[in-house]
C-alpha cells in the first residue's frame, strides 16, 4: 500500500460492460490490484447493461467491494451514468469534494499505480491514453498507423478515453455528468469541464492496456476508429481518438 497524503477519504471506479464476460476477469483483477495500492476504500461499479452473456454469473467472485448492476439503456453514456448514481447511493456521498471518480472499459486492463497517480495528479479531472498491448485483429499495417496518429509530443496528450479518465465526484455532478449520448459521452464530458474552467491534467504516461477487437460496443468508440484505419489508404491519414 503506498503512503501519501491523501487527498481524497474513497474512490469510485465504475465499469460499464455489454456482453464482456471473456474480458471482465482480467478487468476486475487488475482494478483490485490498483485499489490495494491506495490508503483509503475504493468501491467498484460494473454495470451491465443489456447483458446475455452470463456476465452476471460473475458477481461475488471479486470480493465485496466490486458490485454488479444491470440496466437496459443500450448507450454507454447512460451505463457509466447509471454507474455513478448506484455509487452515489451506496457510498451515501455528499458533495464535499472528498470522493474521486474514476472509469474505464471491460476489455480495457489498469496498471497498478493507475488510481494512485489520479488521485495525487492535484487536477479536477485527470486523462490518460490507451496502448494495444496485442495486435490479434488488424493487420501490422493498421497497427503502425494507428501508431503514427496517436503519438503526442510534449508533456501532455489531445486524446479523450472513456478508458482512462477520473475526475472529483463534486465537481462530475456539478456539470451535470455523463449523459445519453449516442456516441462521445466522454468528449462532451471533458468539455463541459473546459467550459466551467476547471483544471485538467492530460497525463501521456498513465496508459491503460485495451483490446484492438473489431465489433464496436459503442458507435464512434474505439473500435470504429480502428476499423476505419483498416480502410484508410496507405497516402491518408485518419484522425487518431
Given at each position: ?8 477519504s ?11 464476460r ?5 478487468c476486475?483483477?487488475?482494478?483490485t ?6 490508503p483509503?476504500p475504493?468501491t ?5 447493461d443489456?447483458c446475455d ?22 448507450n ?9 448514481e ?7 456521498e ?23 497517480r489520479?488521485v495525487?495528479?492535484d ?5 490518460g ?9 488488424f ?13 503526442s ?17 463534486d465537481l462530475?455532478?456539478g456539470v ?30 498513465l ?31 485518419a484522425?487518431?481518438?
Amino acid at each position: 500500500m503506498t503512503s501519501f497524503d491523501a487527498p481524497f477519504s474513497q474512490v469510485v471506479v465504475v465499469v460499464p460492460a455489454h456482453n464482456e464476460r471473456e474480458h471482465l476477469p482480467q478487468c476486475l483483477r487488475a482494478l483490485t490490484t490498483a485499489g490495494l495500492c491506495l490508503p483509503m476504500p475504493v468501491t467498484i461499479v460494473v454495470v451491465l447493461d443489456s447483458c446475455d452473456d452470463g456476465s452476471e454469473a460473475l458477481a461475488g467472485e471479486f470480493g465485496p467491494d466490486v458490485h454488479f448492476i444491470s440496466v437496459d439503456a443500450g448507450n454507454v453514456g447512460a451505463t457509466r451514468a447509471a454507474g455513478f448514481e448506484y455509487a452515489r447511493t451506496l457510498c451515501g456521498e455528499e458533495l464535499t469534494g472528498d470522493t474521486w471518480y474514476a472509469t474505464t472499459d471491460a476489455d480495457s486492463v489498469v496498471d497498478a499505480d493507475w488510481l494512485v497517480r489520479m488521485v495525487a495528479a492535484d487536477a479536477d479531472m485527470v486523462l490518460g491514453v490507451v496502448r494495444v498491448p496485442n495486435w490479434r485483429n488488424f493487420s501490422p499495417a493498421v497497427a503502425r498507423r494507428y501508431l503514427s496518429n496517436y503519438r503526442s509530443r510534449g508533456p501532455g496528450h489531445r486524446h479523450v478515453h472513456g478508458a482512462n479518465m477520473g475526475f472529483r465526484a463534486d465537481l462530475y455532478w456539478g456539470v451535470g455528468g455523463f449523459r445519453a449520448l449516442r456516441t462521445g459521452e466522454d468528449v462532451e464530458l471533458v468539455e463541459r469541464f473546459e467550459r466551467a474552467q476547471l483544471s485538467i491534467h492530460r497525463d501521456r504516461d498513465l496508459s491503460v492496456a485495451t483490446s484492438d477487437r473489431r465489433d464496436a460496443r459503442a458507435p464512434g468508440g474505439f473500435a470504429d476508429h480502428l476499423r476505419k484505419l483498416s480502410r484508410t489508404p496507405r497516402t491518408g491519414k485518419a484522425k487518431a481518438s
